[in-house]
C-alpha cells in the first residue's frame, strides 16, 4: 500500500465550480498536512498548511483533516480558470526535513 | 514571487560537463533542501540541510554533490550526469526547527536541466 494516494485526474470543471480533491494516507505518524498548486513549469506554492483535525479556511480554499480517517482534502469555491494547475497534497512528520507528496491532480477550470 | 532564487533556469549539459545549480533565500530559514522532479511526477527529496549541515541524502548518486556554503545558499554540483537526470531541480526551505520540522516548505522555481 502506498504511503500516500492521490488521484492524477485530470479534472475538468466549469468556471464557479466547487471542486473537491483528495487524499488518503496510510502512516498515522504524520503530522503535518501540506497543499502545494504548482502551474506548469514552475515550482510548487504553498497553499495551506495545518496540524490539526478540523477546517482550515483561508478564502475560496479549505483544507479538511480528518485524522482518524487518514483523509485530507482541498475545497475550491467558485472556481476560475487562474485555479488551473496540479494540486499536490503532502505531509511530513514530527522531524525535521522530509515531505511526502501525493502524485498531484491536475485541475483544469473552463470559462 | 517567490522569495527562493534558483539560477539558472535553464541548462543543457553534455555527460562530461561540470555544472553548478545555485540557490538562495533571504527569509532567515535554516534549512534548505534539493528535490528532483520529472514530468507528471511529484517532487522527490534528494537532500536537505539543516543549520549549514548534511542532515539528509535520500542515497542519490555521487554525480550530484550538494554544498551549503552559508544558511543562505546551496549549491547542486554535477558531473558525468546521465541523460535520465534530465529534470526540473527544485530548491525549497523552511524555518527547520532543530529536532521538529514543520514541513512549511517553500520552493524556488526550479532550474530545468537537459542532459545530452
Known amino acids: 500500500q502506498k504511503e500516500v494516494e492521490q488521484d492524477p485526474g485530470p479534472l475538468s470543471v466549469p468556471e464557479g465550480a466547487i471542486v473537491s480533491l483528495n487524499c488518503t494516507y496510510s502512516n498515522s505518524a504524520f503530522q503535518y498536512f501540506m497543499w502545494y498548486r504548482q502551474y506548469s513549469r514552475k515550482g510548487p506554492e504553498l497553499l495551506m498548511y495545518t496540524y490539526s483535525s478540523g477546517n482550515k479556511e483561508d478564502g475560496r480554499f479549505t483544507a479538511q483533516v480528518d485524522k482518524s480517517s487518514k483523509y485530507i482534502s482541498l475545497f475550491i469555491r467558485d472556481s476560475q480558470p487562474s485555479d488551473s494547475a496540479t494540486y499536490l497534497c503532502?505531509?511530513?512528520?514530527?522531524?525535521?526535513?522530509?515531505?511526502?507528496f501525493g502524485q498531484g491532480t491536475e485541475l483544469s477550470v473552463k470559462p | 514571487d517567490t522569495e527562493v532564487t534558483q539560477t539558472p533556469k535553464h541548462l543543457v549539459m553534455g555527460m562530461t560537463n561540470k555544472k553548478s545549480l545555485k540557490c538562495e533565500q533571504h527569509m532567515g530559514h535554516r534549512a534548505m533542501y534539493w528535490y528532483k522532479q520529472k514530468a507528471k511526477k511529484p517532487p522527490e527529496l534528494m537532500f536537505v540541510y539543516s543549520y549549514e549541515k548534511l542532515s539528509i541524502n535520500e542515497s542519490v548518486p555521487s554525480r550530484f554533490s550538494p554544498e551549503c556554503p552559508n544558511s543562505s545558499l546551496l549549491n547542486l554540483h554535477l558531473h558525468a550526469l546521465q541523460p535520465e537526470d534530465s529534470a526540473l531541480y527544485l530548491c525549497?526551505?523552511?524555518?527547520?526547527?532543530?529536532?521538529?520540522?514543520?514541513?512549511?516548505?517553500?520552493f524556488g522555481e526550479g532550474s530545468r536541466l537537459t542532459v545530452l
Open positions: 503532502a505531509w511530513s512528520y514530527n522531524q525535521g526535513g522530509k515531505l511526502i
Open positions: 525549497a526551505s523552511s524555518q527547520g526547527n532543530k529536532g521538529a520540522g514543520t514541513g512549511e516548505l517553500f
